[in-house]
């Protein structure tokens, strides 16, 4: 019956959301919508070069300098003062078509009397019908798994105990995903990662742990918290073993690669459930994986995330929400829709180091899920980038200016000592 | 509370959902239509991380393809005024507005002051940029200056003096060892700084 149910409420939303959009086209002109805010010239630096000094009389093209060089670094400047690349990842996406949802719509007019009754009605549909269920299930769902968890705790058998726990585990979450109206597509199932390895996946938000385990069974690696977290998290602990580190034990990366290593040698346990981008990524793209989750050694079983954006906005934004208000906007989206890919299992080859190999799984990762495979570091929407990426710059256009040269006046010299 | 840009001499007006009194004078005519402001509010905000509605050095910093342009420094200085240590909005979108692409369709008016994005005026602030004390000509030691900043450490004084040396004999007229703006307009009359120097916003 449920199943029927979300595919009658999909059709009509699509059939609502496409209504809405040929308004929009149809009405107004201004933007909704834009995957970069400006038109970029998609030249290297030396074609770029190469055009402004085209104006030059002299053809020294190379080994030269021209104060229009200049230009080239002012206007990639002040195009990233615009618009760049890396913090719009760390803020949600734009759709092409609106999904009745204000918050995805950063150009939000009024546009025509109609669209904003159908507007208010998804309003209410929302959140005084939607929310109220959704908020009972999401109680019932973390409550027993409170109990459950704890109850099970109290068995003595390896055997049994195994299997209750798996069975409420799975219980549990899956009203979670019931309480945000998760609706998701699990493929390739025959590649699901078995006890004993590492499972990997992109980050875009905490729900992803929700999804993914509504599937199979996984131990979760974190931080320790205190409060509701922490009860969570000290119940689950009693009916199947989980790894969580208190704040101090996570900065020494000795100590948390041998704990893990050691829950992964013990081939009994569940697989690790690892998140190696360290932050949540909007979901259009993957950012660098961090190297530790692939120093532990065993297999890599990798899944690729993809959340239909029309639906709801999944990702989590930290700095701007705390955890509660993005459940509550979780809880009042239209639904979750989610596809979940299990990638073929991989491990680290001969001669590969713990980089590379993060890049090949990263690239699977992205490759599968339709994302875009970008090599910044996630953490980047923190810190700040590395002085390389500057030098960087400085080489390639000194290559340009005095690459040639170099080996002029150097030649003077030699004839000089030989004389 | 609402912007009024003066767009040809009609008032256009534009929602901006914060707090801030901003008003444009309308001989600067930065001809780019609200949603582009906005666009340009929103970005505002979220580098203004602290929520002061003004900007810091630091906040341009936290860019990181700014932070690695090799003269990412003066682009972000070009944003303050002298002894200013913060930009407001109205300043942010100024400094913008010279890198918008010249409007072909209406002719120049000459009772007008020079708009903001003419050739001239992006010349003039890309002349500003070599030109850090603001005398009127690049000096050989400002030259200099920007090239260290440009080319990688393994170039040597010698190499970089020899450079310096040469563009300063092709562009100096009058021999007095500095680039004034004339000559720097001069020697660059042929580049197409319209295309170069300009953002196009898409739609």
Redesign the interface.
């Known amino acids: 019956f449920e199943r029927h149910f979300s595919i009658i409420f999909n059709v009509l939303h699509l059939k609502i959301s496409d209504y809405a959009t040929h308004s929009v086209i149809y009405l107004c002109c201004?933007?909704l919508l834009?995957p970069?805010?400006?038109?970029r010239e998609g030249g290297s630096m030396e074609q770029e070069m190469g055009?402004?000094r085209r104006?030059r009389t002299q053809s020294i093209s190379r080994g030269?300098?021209?104060?229009?060089?200049?230009?080239?670094?002012?206007?990639?400047?002040?195009?990233?003062?615009?618009?760049?690349?890396?913090?719009q990842r760390f803020?949600s996406e734009e759709l092409v078509s609106w999904n009745l949802l204000t918050r995805t719509n950063?150009?939000f007019h009024y546009i025509s009397l109609r669209l904003t009754i159908i507007w208010g009605l998804g309003v209410i549909i929302r959140y005084c019908v939607l929310f109220p269920l959704r908020i009972t299930l999401a109680i019932i769902g973390i409550s027993w798994l409170v109990i459950g968890t704890t109850l099970v705790g109290f068995l003595p058998n390896r055997r049994v105990k195994n299997w209750l726990s798996e069975l409420v585990h799975l219980m549990c979450y899956r009203i979670c995903a019931r309480g945000l109206s998760a609706t998701i597509q699990y493929h390739n199932k025959n590649n699901k990662p078995q006890k004993g390895g590492i499972c990997v996946a992109n980050h875009t938000s905490p729900i992803d742990i929700v999804i993914l385990a509504n599937d199979g069974c996984y131990a979760m690696v974190g931080q320790s918290h205190s409060g509701l977290m922490g009860v969570i998290q000290r119940s689950m602990v009693r009916s199947c073993p989980h790894v969580w580190f208190e704040r101090s034990e996570m900065r020494d990366r000795h100590a948390v690669t041998s704990r893990l290593r050691a829950h992964v040698a013990a081939k009994r346990n569940l697989p690790i459930l690892i998140f190696p981008e360290g932050t949540c990524i909007n979901n259009t793209s993957v950012m660098m994986f961090k190297k530790g989750s692939f120093e532990i050694g065993g297999t890599i079983y990798p899944v690729a995330i993809k959340y239909d954006p029309r639906f709801g906005d999944a990702f989590w934004n930290s700095a701007k929400y705390n955890m509660v208000s993005y459940l509550l906007r979780m809880m009042t989206s239209w639904a979750i829709v989610v596809n979940v890919w299990y990638l073929p299992p991989m491990t680290r080859q001969e001669g590969e180091d713990a980089t590379k190999f993060a890049n090949r799984v990263k690239s699977a990762i992205a490759h599968q899920g339709g994302l875009l495979d970008m090599a910044?570091d996630g953490s980047?929407k923190r810190d700040?980038?590395k002085e390389e990426?500057?030098?960087h710059?400085?080489?390639m256009?000194?290559s340009m200016?005095?690459g040639t040269?170099?080996r002029n006046?150097q030649e003077p010299h030699t004839e000089s000592t030989k004389s | 509370m609402h912007i009024v840009i003066k767009l040809f001499g009609v008032p256009l007006s534009c929602p901006i959902t914060n707090s801030m009194n901003i008003w444009f004078s309308c001989f600067l005519f930065i001809i780019v239509t609200p949603a582009h402001i906005v666009r340009l509010y929103d970005r505002f905000e979220a580098l203004d991380k602290e929520k002061t509605g003004h900007l810091r050095p630091q906040d341009f910093g936290a860019i990181n393809r700014l932070a690695m342009n090799p003269i990412g420094d003066r682009i972000i200085g070009a944003f303050f005024s002298p002894g200013q240590e913060t930009v407001d909005f109205h300043s942010f979108v100024r400094i913008l507005a010279h890198f918008r692409p010249a409007d072909k369709k209406h002719p120049k008016d000459p009772s007008m002051p020079e708009p903001v994005n003419s050739r001239t005026s992006k010349l003039k602030f890309a002349f500003q940029l070599y030109d850090q004390d603001k005398d009127g000509k690049i000096s050989r030691a400002e030259l200099l200056q920007v090239l260290r900043s440009m080319l990688e450490m393994q170039v040597t004084e010698e190499q970089l003096e020899s450079i310096a040396d040469r563009t300063i004999q092709e562009a100096d007229l009058d021999n007095d060892d500095a680039i004034s703006f004339e000559e720097f307009r001069k020697s660059l009359e042929k580049v197409n700084i319209d295309h170069k120097m300009s953002i196009r916003f898409l739609r």
């Open positions: 201004s933007s834009f970069g805010l400006i038109q055009e402004l104006y030269e300098f021209a104060l229009s060089d200049s230009f080239y670094f002012y206007r990639k400047g002040l195009e990233s003062i615009v618009d760049d690349q890396v913090t803020s950063h150009n910044w980047l700040k980038v990426f500057k030098e710059q400085q080489k256009y000194s200016v005095v040269k170099a006046s």
